[in-house]
């Protein structure tokens, strides 16, 4: 079954860190561009983060460049985002996909940054 299955999420507070995991299955993972979206209460989900298939270039938004790292091991058919430095305004609900959103949606994994 073609799926992705975002974990890692959880409450945390100001400053600190959390690394999140996106686990694709049934498709050719390691040749497609992976990209981690997010989505706050309210608001559209937005682009936050792309790696091309191998890993050598990424790209971010903005407001989590120096902060988050995506990464990736097509081994283990996994995306990856290590988020430090987290603030409130990181509360959302994070998902991964391919660039194009060709894969249907995962349920997400829920970050919460409150003091």
């Known amino acids: 079954q073609v799926q992705l299955v975002e974990s890692g999420g959880g409450l945390v507070q100001p400053g600190e860190s959390l690394t999140l995991s996106c686990a694709a299955s049934?498709?050719?993972?390691?040749?497609?561009?992976m990209v981690w979206y997010r989505q706050a209460p309210g608001k559209e989900r937005e682009l936050i983060a792309t790696?091309?298939?191998?890993?050598?270039?990424?790209n971010y938004l903005n407001s989590v460049k120096g902060r988050f790292t995506i990464s990736r091991d097509n081994s283990k058919n996994t995306v990856y985002l290590q988020m430090n430095s987290l603030k409130p305004e990181d509360t959302a609900v994070y998902y991964c996909?391919?660039?194009?959103?060709?894969?249907?949606w995962g349920r997400g994994t829920q970050v919460t940054v409150s003091s």
């Open positions: 790696i091309t298939s191998s890993g050598r270039f990424t």
């Open positions: 996909n391919t660039l194009g959103r060709l894969i249907p």
């Open positions: 049934a498709f050719a993972f390691s040749t497609y561009s």
